[in-house]
């Protein structure tokens, strides 16, 4: 029911009203009522999906402790653990204590601070929202430099306005590039199906049911061979950000070579089930030495909690100079 309800709301605060304060009331003030009504209705109505949850979160204590072990801020700590009771409860005083302004979702500014050559690889681009702020963020902290994005978005639409956005982006700052794949992340090329209609969440399967439409997908490793050869250009992967409706630990094992080789700082979104919410940061922690891991929540409801992995070696993060 969720789901649903918070799509709708979505298409709803797209309409486009001018004055800016309409549409920051929207944003902060209205969505988080819309969210409060339904954590009310679903503690009142779905008790045994609850009891399921916070059964599965208790019984998994242990691995819940060795994640907060490995993250390297009380803050991360803090918000893993609010937002772990957040869903088992649904009690929005732990949400309060857990979130982040929404602003600042991908690039918190108390862990990223970008580069002045970044390649970014945007996993879920949707229409090039991430891109956008990218640029914000980019062109606000670093002067000159080189700025491409490699864009992976498997919904046609979403993939369309996303080359949109990009030569707007070019309009502004010539010097930025921007590429889009009309592919899914995943682990390897596979032909797999998603859902159209539903613009902010397609998730990808083995089988297609009415109403899907297959897609190609490519693993991260074989996109970043296959932009090298295209545009002749070696440069290193900085930076991945993945929100690919729970296909991330698919698409983390179809980076391996590119994690392995160029270290960037990588933003994953744990959020999409209870097991994931463990089960990424368990695959990050083993996977990837030398990396430090933070957690960050930016939504008035369950969903928008990332992981941060960023390089240690101080010459591989932060070197604005």
């Not at 297609?208 to 050869?229: L, P, Q």
């Not at 960037?264 to 922690?285: A, F, G, N």
Request: glycine share 4%; aromatic share 12%.
């Amino acid at each position: 029911m969720r789901k649903e309800l918070v799509n709708i709301w979505n298409r709803v605060m797209r309409i486009k009203i001018l004055h800016p304060l309409v549409i920051v009331g929207r944003k902060m003030i209205f969505s988080n009522t819309l969210n409060a009504m339904v954590d009310f209705m679903e503690r009142h109505t779905n008790a045994a999906g609850l009891k399921e949850t916070n059964d599965f979160f208790e019984s998994n204590r242990e691995r819940i402790a060795r994640n907060k072990e490995c993250l390297a801020d009380e803050k991360s700590r803090e918000v893993y653990e609010n937002i772990i009771k957040y869903r088992s409860t649904l009690k929005r005083k732990y949400l309060y204590l857990a979130r982040s302004p929404y602003y600042e979702q991908y690039f918190a500014p108390d862990i990223i601070k970008l580069k002045k050559h970044e390649f970014f690889i945007d996993c879920g681009a949707y229409v090039g929202d991430t891109i956008l702020s990218l640029n914000h963020n980019y062109v606000n902290l670093c002067k000159g430099g080189d700025l491409k994005a490699l864009c992976l978005e498997p919904d046609p639409y979403n993939a369309l306005q996303c080359r949109k956005t990009i030569k707007k982006i070019r309009k502004l700052h010539p010097w930025f590039r921007g590429y889009v794949m009309q592919r899914g992340a995943w682990k390897d090329e596979d032909v797999l199906y998603f859902k159209e209609g539903t613009e902010y969440s397609n998730k990808l399967g083995k089988t297609g049911t009415d109403g899907c439409t297959a897609v190609s997908t490519v693993s991260i490793d074989y996109a970043v061979r296959r932009y090298r050869t295209k545009t002749k250009d070696d440069a290193k992967v900085t930076f991945i950000k993945m929100d690919i409706e729970g296909s991330e630990p698919e698409a983390l094992m179809g980076a391996r070579e590119t994690i392995s080789t160029d270290r960037p700082v990588l933003v994953v979104s744990i959020y999409h089930t209870q097991e994931q919410m463990l089960s990424i940061i368990e695959y990050c922690r083993n996977n990837m030495e030398d990396y430090k891991f933070y957690i960050r929540h930016y939504s008035p409801a369950w969903g928008e909690t990332d992981l941060y992995a960023v390089p240690c070696r101080a010459d591989e993060i932060g070197n604005n100079v």
